[in-house]
């Protein structure tokens, strides 16, 4: 094979698969690749949008976002539409937004690093759009001093951006936060700074802070498996209606599941993304053709916590249980078909009248359908069945936080007025601080990816007796470590065939050639590998080849080399010139 190798090597082919099998074992093992999920808090939708005051045409937001856990990568997600109580998501109609310069800030070091998408510094946000968000290009942890990117860590979101005279805005993440902001003002009155650490600036003429900001989801990917990502679906009650606290009892914002992203100390966040909305019930989100791009969030969770029913069923009590069963089936489907791995659903809490503020049992009369043996039962008793048949992971039981510890159909009360709610359906402060206890437990209860297609899950089906089972061990000693058996879907035991190794191809007859290639085994259920291929001509100077099509090509070259779907035969061919070319397989986890 001269085309691959200096003629003076003049190497048998059995020794060429031999040093590029050396080759893939010098190439880098790094940490797992994880999905692109939710990886801090503070982000939601829009839930409202805002005429901009006469002369403004620019604005300012700042947002704090504390990680859920060790990321490997960051990524923005900016939205322009949405979800209002008319029960279906609704583009900015009016204009577009431009995003001028948008950067992350970390708190601990104060580095700033800015944000591009496809390259640019500005991301058009056109009116009218269907698209449920646009991201921004991911930033690797690499490029952050001061140590990996660990729990807890505060990261400031800064935007700087304009709209046109007479436009309007989506809001929706809270900024009343200490540090949070969303101005807008006269563009003519910028300071033109942007990339910078701390607060807003000063700016002449704005319009005072503002309580809510740009809809945004925070994502990237975390380091490791096992960390929650998070998203709450619901109506008023879940996003915190009542919590007159709003919107700053707790740095990651209002209402229970907020406020259960973090511990009585502030500390130890749960990744978080709200899609809840006042006023809204499950048949909205249950049927597609109202809510589309609320679907395509699904994908970044692999919680939810689901709490609809209370609007479904209404005050009087003349909603149809079966109807709203059914629509709660159909989202945590939803949710299924998109990967989240559990479900939390919230039981019916009561609601009720009150002669005398809701400060004593004997003063509530509750509602039609919503006492004993009436509907509100008859949907907590389907969902118990419900989470006995696996359709939910967790029933979080709200009664014996909230209810009368003597009538579960009355709110719990201490003698006070509205202690543990405001006016019969929301809950208060109080009850808030006391559901998000109970909602952290619950969520602290679950174990996630704990069935992820990854190295720790393929390392339990194997018999290692007294063999090193860790991914570089050598369980046989042929040379071959564990990762790479599990890689290239080898039994770690079994002598490695030469059909087990990568191997080397030269086309000199398919058009666009000649063409040196590598062929690989992929294991098909190894979903924390990444696979790279990477070319060097004089073996210490290595580049990954970057798959373009034309110059560069990868393709499937049997899709089950081993007929029971275990794993498929990949060939990069990389179109060459030089007499003197080398291939690696690297495998990065």
């Known amino acids: 094979m001269p085309a691959l190798f200096p003629a003076r090597l003049a190497l048998h082919p059995r020794h060429l698969k031999a040093l590029l099998f050396a080759l893939c074992l010098a190439a880098p093992v790094l940490r797992a690749v994880e999905p692109v999920r939710i990886v801090a808090t503070g982000g939601r939708i829009a839930t409202f949008t805002s005429s901009v005051r006469t002369g403004d045409t620019a604005f300012r937001h700042r947002t704090p976002h504390l990680l859920g856990g060790p990321v490997a990568e960051i990524q923005i997600g900016f939205m322009d539409w949405f979800y209002p109580s008319s029960d279906a998501e609704i583009a900015n109609t009016t204009n577009d937004v431009t995003i001028n310069h948008a950067w992350l800030e970390r708190a601990s070091t104060g580095q700033?690093?800015?944000?591009?998408?496809?390259?640019?510094?500005?991301?058009?946000?056109?009116?009218?759009?269907?698209?449920?968000?646009?991201?921004?290009?991911?930033?690797?942890?690499?490029?952050?001093?001061?140590?990996?990117?660990?729990?807890?860590?505060?990261?400031?979101?800064?935007?700087q951006g304009a709209f046109p005279e007479g436009g309007k805005c989506v809001l929706g993440t809270p900024t009343a936060t200490t540090g949070g902001n969303f101005i807008t003002y006269p563009g003519g009155n910028d300071p033109g700074t942007f990339d910078t650490a701390g607060a807003v600036p000063a700016i002449t003429g704005n319009s005072g802070r503002i309580k809510f900001g740009l809809p945004v989801i925070f994502l990237g990917r975390f380091a490791e498996p096992g960390h929650l990502s998070v998203m709450g679906v619901g109506d008023s009650i879940l996003d915190g209606t009542g919590d007159s606290?709003?919107?700053?009892?707790?740095?990651?914002?209002?209402?229970?599941?907020?406020?259960?992203?973090?511990?009585?100390?502030?500390?130890?966040?749960?990744?978080?993304?709200?899609?809840?909305?006042?006023a809204q019930t499950a048949a909205s989100l249950a049927d597609a053709s109202r809510t589309p791009r609320q679907r395509e969030l699904f994908k970044f969770a692999n919680v939810v916590v689901e709490e609809y029913g209370t609007n479904d069923l209404g005050s009087g009590?003349?909603?149809?249980?079966?109807?709203?069963?059914?629509?709660?089936?159909?989202?945590?489907?939803?949710?299924?078909?998109?990967?989240?791995?559990?479900?939390?659903?919230?039981?019916?809490?009561?609601?009720?009248?009150?002669?005398?503020?809701?400060?004593?049992?004997?003063?509530?009369?509750?509602?039609?359908?919503?006492?004993?043996?009436?509907?509100?039962?008859?949907?907590?008793?389907?969902?118990?069945?419900?989470?006995?048949?696996?359709?939910?992971?967790?029933?979080?039981?709200?009664?014996?936080?909230?209810?009368?510890?003597?009538?579960?159909?009355?709110?719990?009360?201490?003698?006070?007025?509205?202690?543990?709610?405001?006016?019969?359906?929301?809950?208060?402060?109080?009850?808030?601080?006391?559901?998000?206890?109970?909602?952290?437990?619950?969520?602290?209860?679950?174990?996630?990816?704990?069935?992820?297609?990854?190295?720790?899950?393929?390392?339990?089906?194997?018999?290692?007796?007294?063999?090193?089972?860790?991914?570089?061990?050598?369980?046989?000693?042929?040379?071959?470590?564990?990762?790479?058996?599990?890689?290239?879907?080898?039994?770690?035991?079994?002598?490695?065939?030469?059909?087990?190794?990568?191997?080397?191809?030269?086309?000199?007859?398919?058009?666009?050639?000649?063409?040196?290639?590598?062929?690989?085994?992929?294991?098909?259920?190894?979903?924390?590998?990444?696979?790279?291929?990477?070319?060097?001509?004089?073996?210490?100077?290595?580049?990954?080849?970057?798959?373009?099509?034309?110059?560069?090509?990868?393709?499937?070259?049997?899709?089950?080399?081993?007929?029971?779907?275990?794993a498929i035969l990949r060939r990069v061919r990389l179109h060459y010139t030089t007499p003197a070319c080398f291939l690696r397989l690297g495998v990065r986890r």
Do not use: C
Request: hydrophobic share 40%; charged share 15%; aromatic share 8%.
């Open 245 to 278: 606290n709003n919107p700053i009892p707790v740095p990651t914002g209002f209402g229970f599941l907020n406020r259960a992203a973090i511990d009585a100390n502030g500390a130890n966040a749960i990744a978080m993304f709200n899609l809840t909305r006042h």
């Open 317 to 566: 009590g003349t909603g149809v249980t079966a109807t709203i069963l059914s629509r709660l089936e159909t989202i945590w489907g939803l949710a299924r078909n998109a990967g989240v791995q559990k479900i939390v659903r919230t039981t019916l809490m009561p609601r009720t009248n009150s002669t005398d503020a809701w400060a004593t049992p004997e003063g509530q009369t509750p509602n039609t359908g919503w006492g004993a043996d009436g509907k509100r039962d008859t949907i907590n008793a389907a969902l118990q069945d419900a989470l006995a048949a696996g359709k939910i992971d967790v029933l979080l039981d709200t009664l014996p936080v909230l209810a009368d510890p003597d009538d579960s159909h009355r709110w719990l009360t201490d003698g006070t007025a509205r202690y543990a709610t405001t006016d019969g359906t929301h809950v208060s402060v109080a009850g808030n601080a006391l559901l998000a206890t109970a909602l952290r437990s619950a969520l602290l209860s679950l174990t996630v990816d704990e069935n992820a297609p990854n190295y720790a899950n393929w390392s339990k089906t194997v018999d290692w007796g007294s063999a090193d089972a860790s991914p570089e061990g050598d369980a046989n000693g042929d040379g071959v470590t564990n990762l790479l058996s599990y890689a290239l879907d080898l039994d770690p035991f079994a002598p490695v065939g030469s059909a087990g190794l990568p191997a080397v191809t030269v086309d000199t007859t398919t058009a666009g050639g000649p063409w040196l290639g590598l062929e690989y085994r992929v294991n098909s259920f190894a979903g924390d590998l990444v696979y790279t291929v990477s070319t060097s001509t004089d073996l210490a100077t290595w580049t990954a080849v970057v798959i373009d099509g034309v110059d560069a090509i990868s393709e499937i070259a049997d899709p089950d080399p081993d007929g029971d779907g275990s």
């Open 112 to 159: 700033v690093v800015p944000l591009t998408f496809s390259g640019s510094r500005q991301l058009v946000l056109p009116m009218n759009s269907t698209a449920p968000y646009w991201l921004s290009d991911a930033i690797p942890s690499s490029v952050w001093t001061g140590g990996p990117l660990a729990r807890d860590e505060v990261f400031w979101l800064n935007v």
